[in-house]
């Protein structure tokens, strides 16, 4: 008896003492998780964030942008066709843009942009910092463009930091280009810090094709200012656009850069082949008439042909023949897999320095930029290793001033900059091209003038306001700062 | 000992002068009996036994028995005889063993309490039913039985109250989510912890889809760290893998105040089950042979009258024309009316044939005084009611356990099991390679057979239905159904061993020493082919992964059993677990099939970032529990668990769960009364966690895909070959701790009438506390979320269960059994947030204030709900004003109607649907006569909401019999005929405000692809429905054949013939398949976002024959 419970209590013992050892608890696998990397370098963070801003210049956003432009039509009756009707919300699947709003900020995105500059200033490389800085400055740029007043001076300070105003967010930008201009000029001095070199996916390293790349940059966001600040920001942007991308051939163009791989690939690309609502965006009637009116020699290049061999487009309103519509099925090149969309290019850069002189009354410099812009071969919108196509260059135009020549400078930015998210930002400025308002039962009497702030932000960030405080008091009419006017009528100012 | 010759002389002396006694007892003794209920109806499965001598028998279905004792064990002595069977008092005699025979018999009564019955209440405890503090819902083998479930966890549906079971839908294998008393975690599984025979085993679902992060569009993260299951197929459940003939018994501790001696895995209760063994006594032999006739219960009225086109034109579907190419006027069925004398086809039926389940089975079983065994196999294969050979679920098991008493006081066992599961499965749900979505959206007039087309024998649908020679690589938009059926491969294939050794040691009769070693190994291999010309994916599409789940459990208890006095005792126990959780998931796509077949990796051209996911789990825990009785009236337990786990966080490695009851048998103080002859009242309270997700803690880079506009699209970090990498956008806990839900529970049980009646009723309130969420961030501040111990909601409710026996004679007898419950869950805080996303297809959210996995959605404006700042028109002539003016005097709710006679979308999101219920409750009844039995089940929900994203759906593309009616419209704004005025005769009835409320509009395309198409408009009110139902969830009747001539005949001694139903008849409100379908299915369901159909497949009814040989 007593041996039995000797052997019943040492055994009890024994068992009960394994688990006193809280190392059975703790170590690999167990205390960290054995599946993600816990740390980046400079390199890897940087080919990160421009993958991310790749999907964002080319995500729902721009998709949108392109039907409410009406650039684009949208068809199927699913979300795309909803977004270009204004059937938007904070809570829609397009036009909340909850992920287009992450790609700005999150992992990809400002976070790691920022991260990046702090790594570069940690190795003392100017060029890594100033080229994350104009990486910088298109996203938030581009952020403030499509929501307005938007978080950002206090992003690192407050965890629901409060909306900039828009205008302060373009001070920023100006100001971190302009860094960055500087900081560039240095690192083509330093023999020591090499950059990223071929990280870099835009430009390989070459620090003199960021610089002229910013300057226009910095010209785009003057103009952004223009319809409320007038001459003064015209005249910001004529000078910054001097110093900007000179080079007709493309190659000095801030682009993409994509391949055949699944996760690599131009978005509008992928989107035709990988999902079925690729289908659901199709041509814009508005814009192809426009080509067509011109015998425009990027239709090719930016739609299939229609079943009757020709191309066009369909309209919100004027339900088309479906065989008159064009679509993107058959990959144009602008939606190839590979085609390195431009964001920032030579032609923006000669039909900002057109406008602004227009604008301005310096007409004949306005024409010789808009000539510049339409002698350029198609090859500007191709690859440039796919070298020239045998396609003929717009023809020049000549004694055309005034509201005419302010009309043509602003419908050729309409057709160079399809797809780009730029395209809404002229139409905003200055109602050209006069696309109609779509008839919609969603309430909207005008063209949407920018979209919701996400449900994820407002959930969490009392700065955001309701949806419907959103609309603003009139009603559907919600517009950015600087966008002073609805347009309702085609003006010219 | 060392035996000495002077030893072994007595020795020896000793035996010669035994001998003529010994050889005298060498005859043995057969002890034979009947044994009847107290109606005197013969009871069939007692066991008969002498517990001194370890021996018994199994009565036959004639109620008799018969025990042999070994002669070498019969010296005269009297010995005390029990019988026992499960809803029987037990009964005892005493006999004295004589040589030759012995006879007893006994006559059981009705025991609807079970008082006096081990129940086992887990980790190594037991108790005895009339002891329980809580309240206790059990399930035998024979309602188990009864269900005719394939899933083991769905023959639990309707047994107990507040125990929702949902079937994923009516595909074979289709997974089953089970929750007992709401959703009590955000991140957890909020399934209770499945134990198999003292060991906890893996309930788990993986999708495949997880394998394909790019083109799965779902969004939130799981308890399993995967994702949603709104496309590809179906996922079954790993409980799936257990053969429900060999349950035993299942006890459900439903909550903390019962659970909490599981500790930081208990939370959402646990289901204890307890396979069958084997009894000492004649080896007994079963055959069990079932088929069933499986059909589908409900299909979707679809149009016949409109052609494919839009806008009232009829698209062009000669070859080349319009309808070769996916996009345009072909996607829908708005064309002209289909000219009488055209052929149309029947989309909604044309899929479905009558399925089968075909289970054969059998059991041998027996065993002596000293070694039990059981052994058993089975083999079921569930062919579903998709036509084809690439539906079904097939499942062979085997099982072992055996018991051996290799000396008086240490009994040594095993238990193995062996279950190897292959299941083929149909895309289905959001997605274009999906069996219902290309079926249900194809116009009337197309023929989707042949599905290849007869030149080219290439894919055709009804957006492509003319291919050419150099279209194979075309999209084809949506896939032809049947070619989905018969070209998809989409399969799983699963080898699963469990099972545990186990010892009983007894080193003084006060004292008990379990201890069990258990492991759980499944491996899993899945593969999903899609086919060259699949949309979407054209070229071709591989899924190929492994899921590796390897889990060991070390459990041991003491327990030490003391008396005081007679009327004061108890016991108390010791125990230790350790638990080691590992699973593996391996997997990647490729895309562009090389050739066309095999379906296999190597075979493609491009492959994605592979899935290569692990997690490790340990876990380390005491746990002590005491018992006293007092006067054996008034029982006490309390317990307590220190448990440590790796997930916790190195901050906080181990916490404490305690619990306490008492129960109260106040009939024996104050005496039985005529109407009452039992009463009990408990109290309980007791606390239970779950862990941590793991790796919260950890800050990390992701690999993978960031951006994109649909699924199929995005990027990830690395490009051009240059490694890249991106911040996760969790930010890291800084410490985490197990969730802890408290729950108190109070009830009484009362035996009334002389146990003609019994009644159960309860009351609970469970508070989940520090539940873990992952904390939605501001976005703009880099990270979007962060896990934290950060909400808190409360599930309180009641619970009653009535069964009543009005008839009860020896050749016949009547029970009725009425379960109804009621639990309602709140969300009281997240945090400082208001809302929280848990849905993966819909904005489900948990949100404070309102029960969890409400909807937060898009609706009309409406009067009194929606914001009176909205500007909205005010007369029929331009005129603008606030919707809070035009609503002045209006009642609450009023819908507004716009100059254009249309209602307006809200721009601010609301709570539109609620998808939990009411309340449930269920029905049961049986009637016995002679061997005759008849029993159903009624399944009661009520209340709660579904989407019905498949109606929107249908509405927008015109094939829905909604549809039929409509105006014919030119475009979207312009449409003449089928007028109607929201707010009367019938449409849309209720108050209305606003200056086009008594204008009547044509509804046609207008309304049903502009407006009302909620999953492509994003107005979700017009998709809304009531999820409420009453199923007939069982039938079955059986009859027992066991007269002389069966053991004459074929050598067995009676056959059980069994006819049986399941989900027969739903009665509903609901227009789609089945209010029980969840597009997500366990994985959506356990994060609380049920409610969601979208294009599932169809739920099913069954006729179930079976056949029994016993012997």
Not at chain 2, 976 to 994: E, L, Y
């Amino acid at each position: 008896m007593r041996r039995n419970m000797n052997v019943a209590l040492a055994s009890l013992g024994l068992l009960l003492g394994t688990a006193a050892c809280n190392g059975f608890l703790t170590g690999d696998k167990l205390s960290s998780d054995p599946n993600q990397p816990s740390a980046a370098s400079i390199q890897q963070l940087f080919v990160g964030v421009q993958a991310g801003q790749f999907a964002f210049q080319e995500g729902t956003v721009p998709m949108m942008i392109c039907m409410w432009v009406q650039a684009c039509g949208g068809t199927n009756g699913r979300f795309v066709e909803q977004a270009g009707r204004y059937f938007f919300g904070e809570g829609s699947n397009i036009g909340a843009n909850g992920g287009d709003w992450a790609l700005v900020y999150d992992g990809g995105g400002l976070v790691d942009i920022r991260q990046v500059e702090v790594d570069a200033r940690a190795i003392g490389d100017s060029g890594y910092l100033a080229i994350a800085k104009i990486w910088e400055a298109l996203t938030m740029g581009t952020a403030s463009d499509q929501w307005g007043n938007i978080p950002y001076s206090q992003v690192t300070v407050s965890p629901t930091p409060p909306l900039d105003n828009r205008f302060a967010v373009l001070d920023s930008v100006q100001k971190l280009l302009d860094q960055a201009i500087a900081e560039l000029n240095f690192a083509n001095t330093d023999t020591v810090h090499k950059g990223p070199l071929t990280a870099d996916l835009v430009f390989g390293g070459d620090y003199t094709k960021w610089i002229p790349a910013a300057w226009t940059l910095k010209a785009r966001y003057y103009v952004h200012t223009a319809e409320s600040l007038g001459t003064g920001a015209y005249t910001n942007a004529i000078n910054a656009a001097l110093n900007g991308i000179s080079d007709a051939s493309g190659k000095s163009d801030l682009r993409a850069f994509h391949t055949t791989a699944s996760a690599e690939r131009n978005m509008w690309g992928a989107f035709q082949s990988s999902s079925s609502f690729g289908q659901d965006v199709i041509a814009g009637k508005f814009l192809v008439d426009i080509m067509n009116g011109r015998s425009d020699p990027r239709l090719p290049a930016y739609f299939c042909k229609n079943l009757l061999g020709g191309y066009g487009g369909q309209d919100f309103n004027t339900p088309q023949p479906n065989n008159t519509v064009s679509t993107f099925q058959c990959k144009p090149l602008r939606f190839g897999d590979t085609y390195r969309m431009p964001y920032v290019s030579y032609f923006e850069n000669e039909l900002i320095l057109a406008e602004a002189y227009s604008a301005t009354g310096d007409d004949g410099s306005a024409l010789i930029h808009l000539n510049n812009e339409r002698r350029l071969y198609v090859n500007t919108v191709y690859p440039p290793t796919a070298g020239p196509p045998a396609t003929a260059a717009l023809p020049l135009l000549s004694g055309i001033t005034g509201p005419a020549l302010f009309d043509s400078i602003m419908v050729e930015k309409y057709v160079a900059m399809f797809q780009n998210m730029e395209t809404v930002n002229d139409y905003r400025r200055t109602c050209i091209p006069a696309v109609t308002v779509v008839i919609n039962t969603a309430g909207f009497k005008n063209v949407p003038g920018r979209l919701f702030y996400p449900r994820s932000e407002r959930n969490v960030n009392s700065n955001i306001p309701d949806p419907s405080a959103q609309l603003g008091v009139s009603g559907h009419y919600f517009r950015n700062q600087g966008d002073v006017t609805a347009c309702t009528v085609q003006t010219a100012p | 000992m060392r035996i000495t010759r002077s030893r072994l002389v007595p020795i020896i002396v000793s035996a010669v002068l035994a001998l003529p006694a010994l050889l005298a007892a060498q005859e043995p003794v057969t002890i034979t009996g009947k044994v009847t209920s107290d109606a005197g109806q013969p009871l069939a499965q007692v066991e008969v036994a002498i517990p001194t001598m370890g021996l018994g028998a199994l009565t036959k279905d004639d109620g008799r028995y018969a025990i042999v004792v070994p002669g070498a064990r019969v010296s005269g002595q009297t010995v005390t005889l029990v019988a026992r069977r499960l809803g029987y008092k037990s009964g005892t005699g005493q006999i004295t063993l004589a040589p030759g025979g012995v006879t007893h018999d006994f006559s059981l009564a009705t025991n609807p309490l079970q008082l006096g019955e081990v129940v086992v209440t887990g980790a190594g405890t037991s108790t005895e039913a009339q002891k329980l503090g809580n309240v206790r819902n059990h399930v035998d083998a024979d309602l188990i039985q009864k269900a005719s479930e394939t899933n083991a966890v769905q023959a639990l549906a309707g047994k107990a109250p507040n125990v929702t079971v949902v079937q994923q839908s009516g595909d074979p294998g289709a997974g089953s989510f089970i929750n007992i008393r709401g959703i009590s975690s955000i991140l957890g599984s909020n399934q209770p912890l499945f134990v198999v025979d003292g060991v906890p085993v893996d309930n788990s679902s993986f999708s495949t889809s997880n394998f394909n992060r790019l083109d799965d569009g779902a969004g939130a993260v799981s308890a399993t760290g995967g994702f949603g299951q709104t496309e590809g197929t179906v996922v079954t459940n790993r409980a799936a893998d257990i053969n429900p003939n060999d349950i035993e018994s299942v006890e459900i501790l439903k909550g903390p105040a019962a659970s909490a001696i599981y500790g930081a895995r208990a939370a959402a209760g646990v289901i204890l089950i307890t396979t069958k063994s084997g009894r000492s006594g004649p080896t007994h032999f079963t055959y069990r042979s079932s088929s069933s006739f499986d059909d589908v219960n409900h299909t979707y009225p679809l149009q016949t009258s409109w052609g494919q086109g839009d806008f009232g034109v009829h698209a062009d579907t000669s070859p080349g024309g319009d309808c070769d190419s996916p996009s345009g006027v072909c996607r829908r069925s708005w064309g002209s009316p289909i000219p009488a004398g055209q052929p149309v086809f029947d989309h909604a039926n044309d899929l479905y044939r009558v399925g089968h389940t075909f289970d054969n089975g059998f059991t041998v079983s027996g065993g002596n005084d000293r070694t039990t065994f059981y052994l058993s196999g089975d083999n079921t294969y569930n062919q579903g009611v998709i036509v084809g050979p690439n539906d079904f679920f097939s499942r062979s098991t085997v099982r072992a356990k055996a018991s051996h008493r290799i000396l008086d006081n240490l009994k040594l066992g095993a238990d193995l099991s062996f279950a190897d599961t292959r299941a083929k499965y149909i895309q289905r749900g959001n997605n274009v390679n999906g069996v219902q979505l290309g079926d249900l959206r194809t116009p009337p007039e197309f023929n989707n057979l042949p599905y290849l087309d007869g030149v080219y024998a290439q894919h055709r649908s009804y957006l492509f239905q003319h291919p050419s020679a150099t279209s194979l690589f075309d999209d084809r938009g949506f896939d032809n159904p049947f070619f989905v059926i018969f070209q998809d491969l989409n399969q799983s294939n699963v080898g699963r061993v469990y099972g545990n050794v186990n010892a009983e040691y007894l080193p003084m009769p006060w004292l008990k020493i379990n201890y069990t070693l258990g492991a759980d190994y499944s491996a899993d291999e899945r593969l999903e082919g899609l086919p060259v010309s699949s949309s979407s994916f054209t070229g071709g599409r591989v899924v190929e992964g492994k899921i590796v789940n390897y889990l060991i459990d070390h459990n041991f208890t003491a327990t030490a059993n003391f008396a005081v006095s007679p009327d004061y005792g108890g016991s108390f126990t010791l125990g230790q677990n350790l638990n080691t959780r590992n699973v593996r998931e391996l997997g990647d796509v490729g895309r562009d099939l090389v050739a066309t077949q095999p379906f296999k990796l190597s075979n493609t051209v491009n492959r994605d970032l592979p899935l290569d996911n692990e997690t490790v789990i340990h876990d380390a825990s005491w746990f002590g529990q005491g018992t006293f009785d007092i006067k054996d009236q008034l029982h006490l337990t309390a317990a307590l668990r220190n448990d440590g786990s790796s997930t916790f966080g190195r901050q906080n490695l181990r916490a404490w769960f305690p619990k306490g009851s008492a129960a109260w048998e106040f009939t024996k103080a104050i005496g039985e009364q005529s109407w009452l002859s039992y009463g009990k009242v408990r109290v309980a309270y007791g606390e239970a966690g779950q862990e941590p997700l793991p790796y919260l803690t950890s800050q990390n880079y992701s690999a993978g895909i960031i951006g994109g506009i649909a699924q199929g699209t995005g990027n990830t970090p690395t490009q051009n070959g240059i490694g890249g990498l991106a911040s996760s956008t969790l930010r890291a806990a800084n410490v985490l701790k197990p969730e802890r839900s408290k729950e108190f529970e109070t009830g009484v049980d009362l035996g009334l009438f002389k146990d003609r009646a019994d009644a159960s009723i309860t009351w609970y309130s469970k508070k989940s506390q520090d539940v873990i969420l992952l904390t939605p961030l501001s976005p703009s501040t880099g990270y979007t979320q962060q896990g934290a111990n950060a909400a808190t909601l409360q599930n309180r409710g009641w619970e009653v269960a009535l069964n009543v026996r009005p008839v009860q004679t020896a050749d016949y007898g009547w029970e009725v059994g009425l379960q109804w419950a009621r639990n309602r869950n709140k969300t009281l805080s997240l945090g400082g947030e208001q809302f929280l996303t848990i849905g993966d297809f819909n904005n489900q959210v948990a949100m404070v204030g309102q029960p969890i996995g409400v909807y937060l959605g898009s609706g009309f404006l409406r009067c009194g709900v929606s914001s009176g700042q909205n500007v909205v028109d005010s007369d029929l002539s331009g005129g603008t004003d606030t919707l809070g003016a035009i609503c002045k005097g209006k009642p609450n709710g009023a819908l507004y109607i716009g100059a254009n006679g249309f209602p307006q979308q809200d721009p601010d999101l609301r709570v539109v649907q609620d998808p939990n219920y009411d309340w449930t409750g269920s029905v049961r009844s049986s009637f016995r006569y002679h061997k005759l039995q008849i029993s159903g089940l009624v399944d009661i929900r009520h209340g709660g909401q579904i989407w019905n994203g498949t109606k929107g759906a249908l509405w927008s593309y015109g094939t829905h019999q909604d549809t039929q009616q409509r105006a014919t419209c030119v475009s979207a704004t312009a449409c003449v005929g089928n007028d109607k005025t929201f707010g009367q005769g019938g449409w849309w009835d209720g108050p209305v405000a606003g200056p086009g409320s008594d204008t009547a509009v044509p509804i046609g395309e207008n309304w049903y692809k502009f407006i009302a198409a909620c999953p492509f408009i994003g107005i979700d009110e017009p998709c809304i429905e009531d999820a409420g139902f009453v199923k007939l969830r069982e039938v079955s009747v059986s009859y027992t054949i066991d007269a002389p001539w069966v053991q004459r005949a074929i050598g067995f001694s009676s056959i059980d013939l069994r006819v049986s139903g399941r989900n027969l008849k739903t009665w509903t409100n609901y227009t789609g398949y089945d209010p029980e379908t969840s597009l997500g299915g366990a994985i959506s369901s356990a994060s609380g976002a049920g409610g969601v159909d979208y294009f599932n497949n169809p739920q099913t009814r069954s006729f179930v024959f079976s056949v029994t040989l016993n012997h």
